[in-house]
């Protein structure tokens, strides 16, 4: 469904109140009573998920699953899927520089890229209240898989060329994909760029920044926004290198104090964090949760361009009722002010 979607981030600006925008899929394996195996298996399950999710939640978007190995099994990775768990990456397929200068850029379509594809194209036809993100891996994460995250490490202080292949080839591969999402109906793209955090500020730019950036300008128009996500702890020093990247939206994580990034990012961007996903969504009570998410629109609600979420992906398992009880404490938070 067509969405406004400069009307729509402008009316996420302001004091609120506003509708929170968490990275909410999984769960919704326990809504339609299916497996995460089924669910990141079935187009069908993916666009009735994002469905299920909506009807229960005000959330402000539809998130389509993050299911961060799609795209290194369409370059040939290897897959380890659970029945309970998001898919994994175990092995990597590039050892060296000549592995690196082998690896062919697979066709938009290939593996289960074309099932995602069809998942957000079903959701986008829905009679859904708000626009659909479809969720995509960022470059230096997409590498990472393919070679390894210890091994890409030290390759960036080693073989910093092998890297750069690699991360050119990603980059060309992600740039078509997340056209491809925009042509199926999605409203716009959440890049998850999670890797990135384990990278000093310099190697952050160099090795991450730089492409994102490249990304965002090939692909971002005024209606179709990139929201860059990274959840790792050393996003505070990278601060000036993630503002570079010219993206719509930053969300981060509950490895840092949104507070103190939020002065740090574009003050026309939206940043979004960032209750805990793991302590308070799956292990939290719905007490814990209200307090947290409290806590979180206490520190934050000051800043016009703030919007409460989860820190990262929610995990399948999490308790409904901690879902309801961060909704529910938000809104009471709004009206009390």
């Not at 520089?97 to 957000?120: N, Q, S, Y």
């Not at 910093?160 to 793209?189: C, S, W």
Request: charged content about 20%; glycine content about 8%.
């Amino acid at each position: 469904m067509k969405h406004d979607m400069q009307a729509w981030l402008a009316g996420l600006f302001g004091p609120g109140p506003k509708k929170p925008l968490p990275i909410l899929s999984f769960p919704g394996v326990q809504l339609l009573d299916v497996n995460v195996r089924s669910l990141v298996t079935s187009a069908q399950l993916q666009a009735d998920c994002m469905l299920a999710v909506a009807k229960r939640t005000p959330a402000a978007a539809a998130v389509s699953p993050m299911d961060l190995s799609v795209e290194a099994e369409c370059f040939g990775a290897p897959v380890r899927f659970a029945d309970d768990e998001v898919p994994t990456i175990p092995e990597a397929i590039v050892q060296d520089e000549e592995d690196a200068r082998r690896l062919p850029v697979p066709a938009v379509g290939a593996g289960r890229t074309g099932l995602c594809l069809e998942a957000v194209s079903k959701a986008a036809a829905l009679p859904l209240d708000r626009p659909v993100l479809a969720g995509v891996i960022g470059p230096y994460s997409l590498a990472g898989r393919l070679m390894g995250v210890t091994d890409i490490l030290y390759a960036c202080f080693d073989e910093p060329e092998t890297v750069h292949l690699v991360l050119e080839k990603a980059t060309r591969f992600l740039k078509d994909y997340m056209l491809a999402f925009r042509q199926a109906g999605a409203n716009g793209i959440i890049l998850a760029e999670p890797l990135a955090g384990l990278l000093s500020p310099a190697m952050g730019g160099e090795f991450s920044c730089e492409y994102v950036a490249q990304l965002i300008a090939d692909v971002q128009s005024a209606d179709f926004p990139v929201i860059y996500h990274n959840c790792g702890d050393a996003t505070i020093p990278m601060a000036p290198q993630i503002a570079s990247i010219g993206a719509k939206a930053y969300h981060f994580g509950n490895a840092i104090r949104l507070a103190d990034i939020l002065p740090l990012m574009p003050k026309d961007a939206l940043v979004m964090g960032n209750v805990d996903p793991a302590g308070q969504f799956s292990q939290g009570t719905p007490a814990s949760i209200e307090a947290d998410t409290r806590r979180v629109l206490q520190e934050c609600s000051g800043f016009d361009n703030f919007l409460l979420s989860s820190g990262c992906d929610i995990p399948p398992q999490a308790s409904w009722d901690n879902i309801d009880a961060f909704f529910q404490a938000s809104q009471a938070f709004y009206l009390s002010k």
